[in-house]
């Protein structure tokens, strides 16, 4: 895994296309990285997000808290460490389970 | 694998189990085992702990630290089982209290067995947890509880094949249910015979780092002191683990040693990522062929819930439904129960009291029934009130609910540097204070916790309530429902103002992230629920009871003495002392003697009022007293000091018992005594301008 702040494409990341809380509810995503210092990665890490994680958003109303299924487990995330978190899109066949 | 010890008693178990038992207790007679309970939080691990130990629990706290400890004992086999109640937690990484708590106490305290309890229904993010403790402690077994939750969801899990995998006994469980708990205990027990053998398959860190594992391991493992596997020191320093890296920088690894280590560490600052996708690529391994899912992309009970539950709308009239709930059950039963306690017990033993002690001097009598009796019926009165809050607090969370309400309300609490989970403590504050301090126990971080608690005295209770109601009428007429509103609305709004700025300036800083686990809904247990509720009153009447008896009989002293009056007692002389201060808020010497003896209970300041202008007459005589010496302004300015001041004496008792300290205590009185007193001048001085 390649440190955060020297992949010059994440730089632009937060607030941009790519981090969770820009997804909408029931879609599925794929963790690519994580961003923050020691305590909140292992904060996440021990919830079950980490990177190449599948995850699926199960409720975004576009403001307030979300709330993302990984691993079997149901988590509601604030909405600014939704966007520490950056994601690929998967193909719409991916989707749905 | 977890094996049988040897072929043949595989046979014939039974025997064996003696001859092993046997010989221990020949060796060392009555022995004392200890065994550890693990688990994430929402695996039902209290459950188990309260079935296994039931009313032989001690509660306290973990030696210097705030988080509470459970031990308790069972019987098996003859032997006394010290069980420990290990906090929940979702890591042993050093992020929170709980979880140095939980990984110092296996790695210092060595218990004989470790049970670790995973929720079979989430089972691949709990046995992240297994994985790390598989490196501190080798005698483990796995109690793979709420298997019938897990199969509601669509899920098996095929415990035989975990066993297989994991290298320890797994004992599937519903403890809520009560199954599988005595296949636990017996597993436990030909565990520590030695007649099944625990073989963890401790998980690997990932190929791509293990030589930069070993190389920290070879620096390190000469310097790490004993009760520390050093291989597990390597690992943490790897993973960055503050507490750790501080134990070896300052206090064991030789400077020249600490640099190069330190130097592999920064090439690998993201080794927690590496180490964690590591444990969880273990996991993957462990459970692929135990767990199957028949029914895949079912929608399931949780699933059907929540989008009602956590619907930004009907999630809000759902959690009002339930706070209505909590209301109507407060004021059908609570109340009744507290006025029938009050008039038959505490009215009764205060008449046998004063019947029985006719003959000796009155100060005695004095002491007994104003005092003494005064405070028990303080206690007393409180237990229905307390009983209902605590058991809906315990529904609501076991059952998974809390979490919901947590969530709908996280908007709003944010503003005040809050999470959703402080919401329901602060609403309980309308009942009562008292649970409203206590309720903050649901809330995981200790800085949420403590201003939580401070700012609970805020919220207007009902005793607060009694005394707005009761003197509104007599200055506001037909606005006197507005005034009321209008008070309480004040109340709120200095509340959201503190948690602002008390978030800013005071308690800032570490705001944990918002990450909140929605466990999945299931039957609450009645045993955990009666368990805990009387845990709570218990300890509410050992810590608060106490202190609560104290401060009423030195309250009932400064009114009585020296002269048996409260016309001529020292708090009469405090009163006037006072009075200039009173002065500017324009209230007299008695009106601020009635708001100091509210410290006992709030509604007290009406009885005191009563004897300080005259006490004839009644409520209406005390009303028109009220009307000839109170303008409107000063008036007002007592219902908003009144509002804002000094929480009762139970109320205070109840935050040094859950701070756990006498200074965040102070700080709250003084707190809330500067701010009434300010508020009170301020609409004095205001109010007399305008009105």
Redesign the interface.
Known sequence: ???VWRHHSHDVAIGDHDNLSAIPSGESVQIRE?LGG???????????F????HLKV??N?G???I?VS?????????R??AERILIDRLAREDN?? | MAIEAQSSSAANPQATQQAAQQAVSVLEGEVTLTVALAGQPNVGKSTVFNLLTGLSQHVGNWPGKTVEQKTGTYRSQNRTIHLVDLPGTYSLTANSPEEIIARNYIIQERPDVVVAVVNAASLERNLYLVAELFSLAKQVVLGLNMVDVAEGEGMRVEPRVLEAALGVPVVSMSAAKNQGVRELVETVDRVVSGELICEPNVPEIRADHREVLAEIHELVAPHTPPPYPSEWVALKLLEGDREITEMMQSRCLPPECWEKVHEILMDHEDAVLAVASGRYDWVGRMIRAAVTRPRAGQITLTERLDRWATHPLWGLAILAAVLGVVYWLTFAIGQPLQQFLDVYVVGGLANAAAIGLAGAPAWISGLVVDGVLGGVGTVVTFLPILVIFFAVLAVLEDMGYMARGAYVMDRFMHLMGLHGKSFLPLFLGFGCNVPAVMGTRIIDSHRGRLLTILLAPLVPCAARMTVVVFIAPIFFGKAAMLVAWGLVIFALAILAVMGVLLNQWVLKGERSAFIMELPLYHIPNLRTIGIQVWQNISEFLKKAGTLILVMSILIWALATLPHGEIQTSYLADVGKALAPLGSLMGLSWEMVVALLSSFVAKENSIATMGILFGGAAGEAGLQSALAGVLSPAAALAFLVVQMLFIPCAATVAAIKQESKSWGWTAFSVVMLLVLSLSAGILTFQIGNGVL
Do not use: N, W, Y
């Not at chain 1, 909140?40 to 079950?48: C, E, I, K, M, Q």
């Not at chain 1, 990984?70 to 604030?78: K, P, S």
């Open positions: 895994m390649k440190r994580m020691h305590h909140f990665l292992s904060r996440l890490v021990s919830l079950g980490t990177p190449g994680t199960v409720q109303f403001r307030g808290p709330i990984v691993r079997d487990t149901r988590v509601a995330l604030g600014c460490e749905g389970h």
